[in-house]
């Protein structure tokens, strides 16, 4: 459907006015723009990116390619980015664990070496198991924790991550001692969990979504501000007692020092998406809300994100070794 509906817009583009993306006073791009997905072939991550580059690709009439850089909790992807001139012909799609990486010190980068190109959408953390087991609320996962103490594992996209930070804020919360599991992606989380090589999972948590509408997932909690819109059905921390309130951000970021211009015009042509049909039937689709931010915003949102979390980051830095 989204192949179809990005060809009916191509179409009505060469009909059109220039090119929608481009800002006014540059001809950027000339050639190939590359997005580099700090997580694995499938995940959340991964597919928004690809969405991306397929409607990016009919505005700006360049090829937009997509390159899977899992590993490090986005430090291999951010050092990729760094090695390439700062042109605004590579970009990354990036989480909030991006904060988290900054902050932790595992990376020689700062939020001065990136441009925060713009902050897209969203959404929850969500923790889930599988059906087939034992937990049907988060007090029967508590229960367990606090009876075998260091035991049972919870399972999420990378090491330093904001979803070891939910994890983190959780067990805090519950008093439990449980064992954090990285893996490269929520789509490995996902398929660990139904394996039953963890005891559960805590991702994005449109990661379990099909697998919660299938009836072999279940979410113990979002954390989300009830009702979480996406998931109305499902429980959150709060109504646990816990007070867990998490939201995986995404966002575009390039190389510091990329021209003004160039910025603008990636500016123009992802606005031009996000105000289409098109990407409402996407955040629809992949649950997501938005959370939108301007390059002025979001540069200064991530400095803020990165000198906040930087204790909490080097405590999972240290949980991971």
Known sequence: MFKALAALTFAGLLLGAPC???AAGTDFPTRAITIL????????VD????FLAEQLRARLHQ???VVDVPGGSGGVALDQLEAQPADGYTLMLCTRTISFLLASGEVKWTPADLVGVMRL???AAGFYVPTAGPYHTLADFVKAAKANPGKLAIGGPEAVSINHQVEIEFADAAGINVHWVPFASGTEVTAAALGGHIDGGIAAASNALAQVQAGTMRFLAVAAKPPYQPYPAAPTFAQGKYPVVEYVWRGILAKAGTPPDTVAAIVAAVNAVRASPE???FRT????VD???NTRDFQAYLTKEVASTAQLAKRMAEESK
Do not use: C, I, K
């Open 291 to 293: 959370l939108y931010m």
């Open 47 to 50: 597919v928004e990116a690809r």
């Open 63 to 65: 090829p937009v390619v």
């Open 285 to 288: 689709h992949e649950a997501q």
């Open 37 to 44: 997905a700090p997580f694995g072939a499938g995940s959340t």
């Open 20 to 22: 929608a993306g481009r």
């Open 121 to 123: 959408n969203g959404e």
């Open 279 to 281: 990407w409402a039937d």
